[in-house]
């Protein structure tokens, strides 16, 4: 009979160095410079050699076939060293640069694509969606997979002004952190939750449900002579933030959740300081399995940066020297009240100087 | 795939040159219950418009608190596959380095006890494996520690700390980020897997100041490379780029924030005490201008998204200290400093951003023992409302002094 093997906890993560391949290893910390041969072809050089690094794209929401064909591929060229990005894309990290091209013929053959480096869109970063969310308001990776499907050329090619980071969240808890991107797809919920005053009682705590609401517009009740809560719907602004901490709180409403679209955000701190993106569509129909008019008004703003900015100039750095006057006027995006904040520190995105352009 | 099943809708995802996760999912629906019945239930959330998940459901393995998101489909007799779906977090190796051989046990293990599907990676950074039944949880924890992997956060607990490719491959790492990321990670076991926080706690470790892990966006606690000293300049290199005819006066000295770069001839010159380190013109010139001698990192606290009381980025808390001689105490220091304040003052499910926005950054600085700096701020404030500590008493000796 198999023993079995000893109980271990609070190991952490295997050491590092071991997953290194024998180049990087040897440069690591004393790298001196790095090249773009191509898009999605890196070079890295060190007193110890170039390490020649192909990016390819990748769903994130990968099963355990694809990656066995990423690390056939990676034995094969690789010398079965390769990473992940923050942003998802898979990177072999070849000795060799005749291995380059074969590569490249090799992932095309299995359905994905080389790119996304420099002034390129990258991989979408997303969240979970209908695939396995419970508070998702929209799907995050067959919208990642139709705008992807409009905008692949961005992925492949370095022609636009500046890098682009596309992002989706499929609600405001944006475990996708959309917040800080150039172009942010984000799923929301547009009705109050429906209180299920059966359930809640049993299901939730009423002070945390009650503490959880950014607006006070939650407060206990009592129905039937069961202590439950009612909603201040005028005060709710659909956050979800009481469904976190009250599963009788469902949001998710067919007829009415959506989709938003932001623009402008950046994260590094090149040229301009780090921004956050601002709303340019308060709402589109969920409308799978391809999202038309999510992909198509993402596709238009795509096109009216790569005409009109200049180079290395971002997305935001784009629209903050045009003006949002102008971005809704070229855009042709209407511009409504939705458009004007009215939550806490609102006042910070008022006009307050007579810096117009008409 | 399974013959019986039928998704019109998700079969409009397989077409298009971006690759496809639904031919991927497919692939994997003969070999077992969880895809099939994953694409079943997808195929009517596509149809209604609407997902089908339970909210969470508290599973774990033993003496962990974090680590398993438990979830459940809401339409168990339809598509009995997904009724348990759980996930996995995995704590991935520093900057996401792998070789064949090792990522090959974990899908091994993966196939046999789940779904086969996963995440590469998730939001915080873990390796994430999608879908498996609560009875499988335990044999997965111990089949992945024989192979030397651990779990990696969730909850109110630290999540799972990231990193860039840092050092490993790039040239303007300022610091060992994959270094730091291990030895944190490695000395707060404990407060990755037991939930004891206020709230969740994630910490990012970026490089420079291009923040590839967007930690000045993303984390609690962003730790970003940074230098003090001048820009390092090889003009041979830069004389280079001239001959090359790239365009070094609109793609280079125009856009410097400062104004701080001229150019004559084949010489370029920075006046350094104005430079920003904004990273601009070493992304244009790598092969020419490098991070200079004197570097280390910044600590940025407080970024998070909208929930509950709006978004945040990081604010700078420690503009400058360095790691000497792979020595992270001062580092561990400083982080048990945070932890400590945060957790006697701040409140249930209050990020630390939105603790140190409440109690005042003037305030948390003393709670955890830092002096205020113009480097922390845009400006100093702009309103007279400041609270006096010390004052003159009537008989003119000086009174309240801490």
Redesign the interface.
């Known amino acids: 009979m198999a023993t ?2 000893k ?10 160095e ?3 391949h024998p180049i ?1 290893k040897d ?3 004393k ?4 090249d773009s041969i191509k898009p999605g072809v890196l070079s ?1 050089t ?1 007193p110890a050699g170039t ?1 020649f ?1 192909v990016r390819c ?12 064909d990423i ?1 056939d591929l ?2 094969k060229y690789s010398d ?7 942003r ?1 894309n ?1 990177e072999f ?1 070849l000795a060799k640069e005749e291995n380059i091209d074969p590569l490249i013929v090799d992932l095309n053959a299995m ?3 080389v790119g996304g480096t420099n002034n390129a869109i990258s991989n979408v ?1 997303h ?10 308001a929209t ?1 995050a ?2 919208l ?3 705008v ?2 409009e905008l ?1 050329e961005y ?1 492949t090619s370095e022609k636009l002004p500046a890098k682009l980071r596309v992002a989706v ?1 499929c609600c ?6 959309v ?2 991107s150039d172009i942010a797809i984000l799923g929301l919920h547009r009705t109050p939750p429906r209180i299920d005053n059966n359930a809640l009682p049993n299901q939730c705590e009423i002070p ?1 449900t009650v503490a ?1 609401c ?1 607006n006070n517009a939650i407060r206990p009740t009592s129905i039937e002579g069961k202590t439950t809560v009612k909603v201040d719907e005028d005060k709710c602004m659909y ?3 009481c ?3 009250c ?1 009788a709180m ?1 949001l ?3 007829l009415n ?1 959506g989709v938003s679209i932001w623009v402008g955000g950046k ?6 300081e ?1 921004m ?1 993106t601002k709303l340019a569509i308060p709402y589109l129909p ?1 409308n ?3 999202w038309p008019e999510v992909t198509d008004a993402v596709k238009k703003i795509v096109e009216l940066y790569a005409a009109n900015a200049r ?2 100039e971002r997305v935001g750095e784009w629209i903050n020297r045009i003006g949002w006057e102008k971005f809704f006027d070229m855009s042709g995006i209407e511009f409504t009240k939705y458009h004007l904040d009215d ?3 609102a006042g910070t995105t008022y006009r307050r100087s007579l810096h117009n352009r008409y | 795939m399974a013959d019986d099943l039928k998704t019109p809708l998700l079969d409009e995802l397989e077409k298009g040159p971006w690759p496809s996760f639904i031919t991927d999912i497919k692939s994997m629906a003969g070999k077992n219950d969880y895809c099939k019945d994953l694409l079943g239930q997808l195929e009517k959330s596509y149809e209604d418009k609407r997902g089908y998940w339970k909210h969470g459901g508290l599973v774990g393995v033993m003496g962990y608190g974090g680590g398993v998101i438990g979830r459940y489909s809401a339409l168990p007799d339809e598509f009995p596959g997904v009724s348990h779906f759980h996930t996995v977090r995995v704590n991935q190796p520093s900057g996401w380095f792998y070789t064949t051989d090792a990522l090959r046990e974990i899908m091994d293990i993966w196939e046999e006890h789940g779904s086969g599907l996963t995440n590469m990676h998730g939001s915080t950074g873990d390796m994430v494996l999608l879908g498996t039944r609560t009875e499988e949880l335990e044999p997965i924890f111990r089949a992945l520690t024989a192979k030397g992997w651990d779990l990696g956060g969730s909850g109110s607990d630290l999540r799972t700390p990231s990193c860039c490719v840092g050092p490993a491959r790039c040239e303007m790492a300022c610091y060992d980020t994959l270094a730091m990321t291990y030895d944190l990670t490695k000395s707060y076991q404990d407060e990755l897997h037991r939930p004891m926080f206020n709230y969740k706690y994630k910490i990012k470790m970026s490089g420079c100041p291009n923040d590839c892990t967007a930690a000045i966006a993303r984390s609690d606690m962003g730790i970003i490379g940074i230098w003090r000293d001048d820009i390092k300049v090889d003009q041979a290199a830069f004389a280079e780029y001239v001959d090359s005819g790239m365009d070094i006066q609109g793609a280079v000295v125009d856009l410097c924030p400062t104004g701080c770069i001229t150019v004559e001839g084949k010489e370029i010159n920075i006046d350094d005490s104005d430079c920003v380190k904004c990273m601009h013109c070493l992304n244009r010139l790598p092969k020419a201008l490098s991070p200079g001698d004197d570097k280390g990192f910044a600590v940025c606290l407080g970024a998070k998204a909208p929930i509950v009381e709006g978004a945040l980025f990081g604010s700078v808390i420690i503009p400058f200290m360095k790691i000497e001689d792979g020595d992270f105490e001062p580092m561990h220091d400083l982080i048990e400093r945070i932890w400590e304040f945060w957790d006697e003052h701040g409140t249930s499910r209050e990020r630390i951003g939105e603790f140190i926005e409440r109690i005042s950054l003037a305030t948390f600085l003393e709670g955890i023992g830092e002096d205020p700096s113009p480097k922390m701020v845009k400006a100093p404030r702009d309103n007279p409302y400041i609270f006096y500590e010390e004052y003159y008493e009537e008989e003119g000796a000086s009174a309240s002094e801490e």
Not at chain 1, 7 to 16: A, L, S
Not at chain 1, 31 to 34: C, E, G, I, S, V
Not at chain 1, 57 to 68: D, E, Y
Request: hydrophobic share 40%.
């Open positions: 079995e093997a109980r271990v906890t609070d190991i952490g993560p295997p050491q590092y071991q997953f290194l990087i440069n690591y910390g790298w001196l410079y790095h890295h060190g390490i690094t794209a990748s769903p994130r929401l990968v099963s355990v076939n694809f990656l066995r690390m990676a034995d079965g060293y390769f990473r992940f990005t923050s998802n898979i990290l359905g994905t694509l970063v969240t979970q969606g209908w695939v396995h969310c419970h508070s998702a799907d990776s067959g990642v997979k139709a992807m499907d692949a992925f969240a405001l808890n944006m475990c996708g952190a917040h800080a945390t959880s950014p956050c979800g933030n469904f976190t901490v599963p469902p998710a409403d067919p959740d994260i590094s701190n090149a040229r301009t780090p956050f969920n799978p399995p391809r180079p290395f939550f806490r520190h």
